[in-house]
Nanobody, 123 residues
Framework: QVQLVESGGGLVQPGGSLRLSCAAS????????MGWYRQAPGKQRELVAA???????NYADSVKGRFTISRDNAKNTVYLQMNSLKPEDTAVYYC?????????????????WGQGTQVTVSS
């Protein structure tokens, strides 16, 4: 019912920048929040950044000051601008959306995930 298509991952040198995009499509009525998670091979999946409908944002301590999350409501797209990248940022990054689907009077709330995109930071 809802699809998330991620793009923008790849290989970048330490100190470089990368911009991830995630476009949501389907029978979406409204979006409550969108976010980015990441998972490295030896670690648990963790929240990187999130943005709610009102515009408030949350960031993991490890990325504060380096990453910026933003959205384009008209396109149902969320972005993650990643600057000053470090090798420790290497992971698979997953987009997540918390949204309502359906029509007026028949709304349902759900949580959806993208397929993941690889980000590798290496010299």
């Amino acid at each position: 019912q809802v699809q998330l298509v991620e793009s923008g991952g790849g290989l970048v040198q330490p100190g470089g920048s990368l911009r991830l995009s995630c476009a949501a499509s389907g029978s979406i009525s409204s979006i409550n929040a969108m976010g980015w998670y990441r998972q490295a091979p030896g670690k648990q999946r963790e929240l990187v950044a999130a943005i709610i409908s009102g515009g408030s944002t949350n960031y993991a301590d490890s990325v504060k000051g380096r990453f910026t999350i933003s959205r384009d409501n008209a396109k149902n797209t969320v972005y993650l601008q990643m600057n000053s990248l470090k090798p420790e940022d290497t992971a698979v990054y997953y987009c997540n959306v918390d949204c309502f689907t359906g029509v007026v009077g028949l709304y349902r709330r759900g949580d959806y995930w993208g397929q993941g995109t690889q980000v590798t930071v290496s010299s």
